[in-house]
């Protein structure tokens, strides 16, 4: 039986992940502090003898308690997130995700038997090359990250994920990196993009609604 870690298992993402893995009957454990994650109705309907949550904080030592076990897959979406929270709290960002990737990067090590790390980098690491010299749509892997405006809090996220992606890289994990777009679906809850633009139209904020680019656009991704 495959045995699959997931980091912020309790999550939006983690959850749908944990869904599809449970119907091909791997064992999988979530690790999740729940300063995010809900242990709402739903999770705890996938929650069985195969699935299980390991409450930790991987920012501690606690991740000694998941250390015994030998995993074949483990993705990590465990991350400091959240427009509001980054805007308030660059260095937090910065630091909290390093120290997040590293110590599962470092556990991933010790795993005999890993077929693959997954780590769950973020589209923003496009945003810089975008605004300074356009990037191609659709947007070859191989486009040139860059980064600029250093002391704007908003992007310490985007930074503290281009900087994870070369950790994973040079870890010397077999590593798949990827660059989500704005998942949704059912369970996003409502701090995600879709909600939060229906809340703004519902309650008619229309400082909020500005529309600032008629020819903006945005890549959606739905999750079930």
Do not use: W
């Amino acid at each position: 039986m495959k045995k699959i870690l997931i980091t912020g298992g309790a999550g939006f993402i983690g959850y749908h992940l944990s869904k599809y893995f449970s119907k091909l009957n791997y064992k999988v454990d979530l690790v999740d502090n729940f300063s995010r994650g809900v242990e709402d109705i739903h999770l705890k309907k996938l929650l069985n003898e195969n699935i299980k949550i390991i409450n930790i904080d991987l920012l501690s030592s606690d991740i000694n308690y998941i250390e015994k076990k030998d995993y074949d897959y483990i993705y990590h979406l465990a991350a400091i997130i959240g427009v509001n929270f980054v805007l308030k709290n660059p260095y937090r960002v910065l630091e909290n995700n390093f120290k997040l990737l590293n110590n599962i990067i470092k556990f991933s090590q010790k795993q005999k038997n890993l077929n693959r790390f997954v780590f769950f980098s973020t589209s923003e690491v496009y945003a810089s090359s975008l605004r300074n010299y356009g990037i191609d749509f659709p947007t070859p892997e191989n486009t040139k990250l860059c980064a600029d405006d250093l002391d704007d809090p908003r992007n310490s996220y985007a930074l503290s994920k281009i900087y994870g992606e070369s950790l994973c890289l040079h870890s010397d994990l077999p590593t798949t990196i990827i660059r989500p777009h704005n998942f949704y679906g059912p369970r996003m809850g409502m701090s995600h993009v879709i909600p939060e633009l229906i809340k703004k139209i519902y309650f008619n904020d229309k400082e909020s609604m500005k529309i600032n680019s008629g020819d903006h656009s945005r890549t959606f991704l739905y999750i079930s």
